[in-house]
């Protein structure tokens, strides 16, 4: 039974210390990414962003390309937090730190970790966990191009969802 699987069922949501000591600190296994000169056309039009010099990204592809190169699907990266994507995993803050734009037709490399789980209890959402991971994109040369932090809420509870 997975992890996931043992939470759900709990009679309760996991030990939050027990789960604290299990995620923060994990590294993901990292990859790498790519976006196509066609990928940033399109992302830009969908977008309706304003135009940017030829091949320049949109600073949206940190975090689109950061989850792409991270190494694992959603579903195993809220899985390390005893959850599954049907429980309830809602975006929650994003931050994105761009130290030089991304271009179209390089290839990046990502490496990340959990740095952070937290419980809060909502009036109307019930209890919440916030999952929070980094992921760090460099270029070719092993430069740090940019940095996208995530915090997804996890539900524990019933509540407004």
Known sequence: MSGA?????????PDLDRLRQKVIGHRLP???FEVADYERWLGHDAMLAPPLPDGVLHPVWIMLGALRG???EIDELVGLAEARPEDGVLF???????HVPL???????????VTDLTRRVGRRAGMMDLFTFELS????DG??????????????SGGAR
């Open 30 to 32: 990292g990859g790498d």
């Open 137 to 140: 994109i460099h270029d070719p």
């Open 143 to 156: 430069a740090l191009a940019a940095v996208s932090r995530q915090t997804f809420v996890i539900m524990r």
């Open 92 to 98: 929650g803050e994003t931050t994105l730190e761009q």
């Open 5 to 13: 699987d043992a939470a759900m069922t709990a009679s309760g949501p």
């Open 103 to 113: 271009r179209a037709g390089v290839r990046y490399t990502v490496t990340g970790e």
């Open 70 to 72: 991270m190494g694992v």
